[in-house]
């Protein structure tokens, strides 16, 4: 069975060690890189090619907006799940629109997290109700 192989990115260290610590138990998950921005994020998945890149938004250096496109650039088939605490409309629309599969707030369970990165890892678009909603008026307006 071909593991998962993710890369986390989140400028908080024990908030990207929790992500790690959760997603390293998972027998069909494989934690092979963290970054703390998004010019870390880009020179690892140009050199270790990750399936998924957990993604936070606001990071110093390059924030996760700006990495979103530059990612899909070097490595179109990547997919990214945004973990962020910013569940307003227009950052969310901004973030599926750029080329996140997923958007998750950072209160979700372990159980979401998981689950997210599974989605995500096969194709399925993964985002909580509430961002889906607030999404779809984005789009209506």
Do not use: C, H
Not at 40 to 64: F, N
């Amino acid at each position: 069975m071909n593991k998962i192989r993710t890369l986390v990115v989140d400028n908080e260290t024990l908030v990207r060690d929790g992500f790690v610590t959760i997603l390293s138990v998972q027998s069909d998950i494989e934690v092979i890189g963290e970054a703390v921005d998004g010019i870390e994020a880009v020179e690892l998945a140009r050199k270790e090619k990750p399936d998924v890149v957990l993604l936070d938004l606001a990071m110093p250096r390059q924030d996760g907006l700006t990495t979103i496109p530059i990612l899909k650039e070097i490595s179109p088939e990547i997919k990214i799940l945004v973990l962020t605490s910013f569940d307003e409309s227009d950052r969310a629309y901004q973030a599926i629109k750029s080329g996140a599969l997923g958007y998750l707030l950072k209160d979700s369970t372990r159980v979401q997290l998981v689950q997210a990165v599974r989605d995500v890892a096969a194709g399925k678009a993964s985002i909580q109700p509430s961002i889906a909603i607030k999404v779809i008026q984005e789009i209506e307006n």
